[in-house]
């Protein structure tokens, strides 16, 4: 559209000079002059606007390398909160990725329940079987001449019954003691048969039991003592503390499984699903980059860097790059790298308007 306007009033001056040039407008030169002086002077200005353009604003894009890099000054910087830091590469323990199920406690209470009361039944008729005992030997020793014997008969027989039903709680005991270390392994198992502070809590539901299953490709030979959950909607992690290995894996991953607890007031609750996070034995060497220092577009994941002078380029987070302690590890990026850890959201912005500007002007 400028390039039009600008050919339209050159068209325009042209003709007016060759016009007045002629004896027709000779009468007209002295009127039309100061149009012309007019028409020249707003069209030397337009010729010039670029230049005037360019001299008072530097464009903060360029592409060096088939790379787009942005430039900045101190105040653009200061302006957009920009922050960086000289990150060393190093070893840093890999995170694997796993699955949580907050569990319904639901069967836990049921078994504490149960088992009090199984070993009070016991208790019961052990002290029943105890006097049926006494009278038995009471009786006997009174002998027939004293007691009738119907009535030493069924004294016997009263502790022998007593003496059943102690087997049959006893039984009780054992099955109860036996399920829930079935169901639960034999650290949860214990605490119900012994009504711990671990189940305790979890039936106050001062903690939870998350199940955490990794995927059925990753392996640890030991499960680590601390891991970590993400909480939705904000994914804010909280802290996961073992318990056990997981008696049965989750069916939906069929990976291996460990059981975990975490604070009731975590912000989880039973049947939520979340993502888990489990330090790993093997560690990965690259540089530590905070997952909010990364920024998305263009179907990837990036993370800025400085190359000095107030320069900045894109450099790929690859979609499976380890993680650690809540942060990717970028392995090929070289050390002391410059990494550009709040704003580069705005430096991704400005490469974006750089070729919005790039194809308007290939439109005019």
């Known amino acids: 559209m400028v390039r039009r306007a600008l050919l339209a009033m050159v068209i325009v001056v042209c003709a007016l000079g060759l016009f007045i040039s002629t004896e027709v407008g000779a009468g007209l030169r002295a009127g039309i002059m100061p149009l012309l002086a007019d028409l020249r002077g707003r069209l030397s200005a337009i010729v010039r606007a670029p230049e005037i353009a360019r001299g008072l604003s530097q464009p903060r894009t360029a592409v060096e390398?088939?790379?787009?890099?942005?430039?900045?000054?101190?105040?653009?910087?200061?302006?957009?909160?920009?922050?960086?830091?000289?990150?060393?590469?190093?070893?840093?323990?890999?995170?694997?990725t796993a699955y949580g199920s907050v569990l319904e406690l639901a069967r836990v209470t049921e078994l504490t329940n149960s088992y009090a009361g199984a070993v009070a039944a016991l208790q019961t008729v052990r002290?029943?079987?105890?006097?049926?005992?006494?009278?038995?030997?009471?009786?006997?020793?009174?002998?027939?001449a004293v007691v009738a014997t119907a009535q030493i008969e069924t004294?016997?027989?009263?502790?022998?019954?007593?003496?059943?039903?102690?087997?049959?709680?006893?039984?009780?005991?054992?099955?109860?003691?036996a399920t829930a270390q079935q169901e639960w392994g034999p650290v949860l198992g214990r605490a119900i048969i012994e009504r711990g502070q671990l189940v305790t809590r979890l039936i106050e539901r001062a903690d939870f039991l998350m199940q955490v299953t990794l995927p059925p490709n990753e392996h640890l030979g030991a499960p680590p003592q601390d891991a970590y959950a993400e909480v939705p909607p904000q994914s804010d992690r909280v802290g996961l503390r073992l318990v056990s290995p997981a008696t049965r894996t989750d069916p939906r991953i069929q990976g291996q499984s460990f059981f975990?607890?975490?604070?009731?007031?975590?912000?989880?609750?039973?049947?939520?699903?979340?993502?888990?996070?489990?330090p790993a034995e093997r560690a990965a060497t690259g540089i530590l980059v905070p997952e909010d220092a990364v920024v998305h577009g263009e179907g990837g994941t990036w993370v800025y860097r400085g190359m000095g002078g107030g320069t900045y380029v894109r450099h790929p987070v690859r979609p499976d790059a380890p993680m650690s302690?809540?942060?990717f590890v970028v392995e090929d990026l070289p050390d002391g790298s410059e990494i550009v850890l709040a704003g580069g959201q705005a430096l991704l912005s400005e490469e974006m308007k750089s070729r919005i500007r790039v194809v308007g002007d290939d439109d005019d």
């Open 127 to 144: 002290a029943r079987a105890e006097v049926s005992a006494s009278a038995a030997r009471r009786a006997k020793g009174l002998g027939a």
């Open 260 to 278: 975990y607890r975490v604070a009731g007031e975590s912000g989880l609750l039973p049947g939520m699903s979340v993502m888990a996070f489990l």
């Open 65 to 96: 390398d088939g790379r787009t890099v942005v430039r900045l000054s101190d105040p653009e910087r200061a302006r957009i909160g920009l922050v960086t830091a000289t990150l060393p590469a190093r070893a840093h323990r890999r995170e694997l």
């Open 155 to 177: 004294a016997e027989g009263t502790l022998l019954s007593d003496q059943a039903a102690v087997t049959a709680a006893e039984s009780q005991v054992r099955t109860l003691a």
């Open 325 to 327: 302690a809540d942060a």
